[in-house]
């Protein structure tokens, strides 16, 4: 079965260093996402994309977020300067066009801890 | 913008007994409520999902209602197994191509 893969699984950072997390959406799915979850909370939109630009992004989503599909395959989310409230769990989804509104399908998600 | 709360925040049940997990929204442009399965180490899973259209829909031991005028819908799950052991989150969506907005999230407890 079809399914969305990101990495890395996990990554330790030093605060105010770049960290890039990839994602793999599923192949014929044209519509993605990131969200993230701090640990115990629940999870939180971050941005929408769609047709390479970016469709919705959160009050969370600041200048210190981008996003980015270098290739037809990789959906990146880059954080330039992390810092120690980014510490979270993160999660790519997609959606492929004509599913309905809302079924995403997620990743398993990257662990980022900033120290 | 869309807010959606979700109770109860734990939720601890006897294997083989009923769980309700209920939900209410704030925006009446909502139009579809997804249920989300979210396993230890494991990004959210969709197990059910409901549109505004409908009130009741069921998938074998797992039921969702939504009462449109009151904003509330409601996950229903029976005869209970240890695999039910999770965190359920709620959501709500108003658009095709829009983001899903999650509740908190029901940790839910399977006790033998």
């Known amino acids: 079965e079809p399914e969305v893969t990101q990495t890395p699984s996990h990554q330790v950072t030093q605060m105010g260093q770049e960290v890039i997390l990839r994602c793999v959406p599923i192949?014929?799915?044209?519509?993605f996402y990131w969200y993230r979850q701090i640990l115990g909370q629940k999870v939180e939109f971050l941005v929408s994309f769609y047709n390479n630009e970016i469709s919705e992004k959160s009050e969370i989503f600041d200048d210190q977020f981008s996003v980015e599909r270098p290739d037809g395959s990789n959906f990146t989310l880059k954080i330039r300067s992390t810092k120690l409230e980014d510490s979270a769990m993160y999660f790519c989804?997609?959606?492929?066009?004509?599913?309905?509104?809302?079924?995403?399908?997620f990743g398993e998600g990257s662990r980022l801890t900033v120290l | 913008g869309e807010n959606v709360e979700q109770h109860p925040s734990t939720l601890s049940v006897q294997e083989g007994d009923s769980a309700v997990i209920k939900c209410t929204y704030s925006d009446s442009a909502s139009n579809y409520f997804p249920w989300y399965k979210q396993e230890l180490g494991k990004g959210p899973q969709l197990i059910i999902d409901i549109r505004s259209n409908v009130g009741e829909k069921k998938d074998q031991r797992i039921a969702v209602t939504l009462n449109k005028t009151a904003k509330h819908f409601s996950l229903h799950i029976t005869e209970t197994q240890p695999e039910d052991s999770a965190v359920y989150f709620c959501a709500a969506s108003i658009r095709r191509d829009d983001k899903i907005i999650f509740g908190k999230g029901t940790r839910l407890h399977i006790l033998p």
């Open positions: 989804a997609s959606k492929p066009s004509g599913a309905g509104a809302g079924e995403l399908f």
């Open positions: 192949s014929n799915h044209l519509y």
